[in-house]
């Protein structure tokens, strides 16, 4: 029987560590079927405040089910809101990320909690 792997490492910042403090935005999509407490862009987020003001860092997260046509019209229409109201924000970084889950046998990605499609699909849906 194999012994698990043990994996060690620390996190330490250095006395010529330097951090970038420039205005940041923080995209979080997730499906809608998954936890986002305790994701890696959430806990990105709550580190990255020690580090820059607050009123310079934002962080959107958007909960996708593309499920069906009226779904897939409302996360547009979401998203189309979010970048408005986002727009007068002067942020120099933007980090997105996706959070998402594929078909165990196929490697399809999930576009609602219950249905997945190819990339193929996806890329051909989309207008251009």
């Not at 936890?35 to 958007?62: K, M, N």
């Amino acid at each position: 029987m194999d012994s698990p792997m043990k994996i060690q490492g620390q996190f330490q910042m250095t006395s010529q560590s330097q951090v970038n403090t420039d205005a940041l935005l923080v995209f979080h999509f997730i499906l809608q079927s998954l936890e986002a407490t305790g994701s890696p862009p959430r806990l990105l987020y709550q580190f990255i405040q020690s580090f820059i003001c607050p009123s310079e860092i934002i962080y959107e997260e958007i909960v996708f089910n593309m499920e069906t046509y009226d779904k897939v019209i409302s996360h547009g229409c979401a998203v189309n809101d979010m970048v408005k109201q986002l727009s007068s924000h002067e942020a120099q970084h933007v980090v997105i990320f996706i959070t998402n889950h594929c078909d165990e046998d196929r490697g399809d990605l999930f576009v609602s909690p219950g249905s997945c499609i190819t990339m193929t699909e996806v890329s051909e849906s989309l207008p251009l």
